[in-house]
T-cell receptor
């Protein structure tokens, strides 16, 4: 069965304290791995798609990387506005995204 | 460009009542999806559509029906609501399937008493 496991479940950082979120997956024939950000009471907001091992993408303070078994979302010098739940999802089909349960990030001033 | 919109934003139903959730997108996307999000469960796919007039079952389709009469709209129906259907429902759309990113609406919070 395809599975996506995100760790840690929750993370508290001080402003400026860099860290990484992990997404481990077991899926055959990966077609894409996605990172989303979700703020309370809102829908997920697309951040990145990674297609193959070794690929990296960056956006402001966020950098996503992909290996054959996991992806990392690195957050460099985070700010309080980076506080949100970060969701990872994978697909090996023509339609379905298989989501992890998310990592809740809190960045304090 | 509104993206993906959902109506209503909130709804309270009694067990056995019916309702329809409306999703609309203005991005000319072919694919549309309905998910539910429950605490500790993550997002789960209910039904999806790969084009106007088509629908298919996702991971948790029981108790729901859908219709895609127009390309821009995707309706989710509950014929006889149950407390287990208390959840937050998200609609999403994408240009294509596979590795195309999905864009999500703001969600509908449904409570079934």
């Amino acid at each position: 069965e395809d599975q996506v496991t995100q760790s840690p479940e929750a993370l508290r950082l001080q402003e400026g304290e860099s860290s990484s979120l992990n997404c481990s997956y077991t899926v055959s024939g990966l077609r894409g791995l996605f990172w989303y950000r979700q703020d309370p009471g809102k829908g997920p907001e697309f951040l990145f798609t990674l297609y193959s091992a070794g690929e990296e993408k960056e956006k402001e303070r966020l950098k996503a990387t992909l290996t054959k078994k996991e992806s990392f979302l690195h957050i460099t010098a985070p700010k309080p506005e980076d506080s949100a739940t970060y969701l990872c999802a994978v697909t090996n089909s023509g339609y379905a995204l298989n989501f992890g349960k998310g990592t809740s990030l809190l960045v304090t001033p | 460009n509104a993206g993906v919109t959902q109506t209503p934003k909130f709804r309270v139903l009694k067990t056995g009542q019916s309702m329809t959730l409306l999703c609309a997108q203005d991005m000319n996307h072919e694919y549309m999806y309905w998910y539910r999000q429950d605490p500790g469960m993550g997002l789960r796919l209910i039904h999806y559509s790969v084009g106007e007039g088509t629908t298919a079952k996702g991971e948790v389709p029981d108790g729901y029906n859908v219709s895609r009469l127009k390309k821009q709209n995707f309706l989710l129906g509950l014929e006889s609501a149950a407390p287990s259907q208390t959840s937050v429902y998200f609609c999403a759309s994408s240009y294509g399937g596979g590795a195309f990113e999905q864009f999500f609406g703001p969600g509908t919070r449904l409570t079934v008493l």
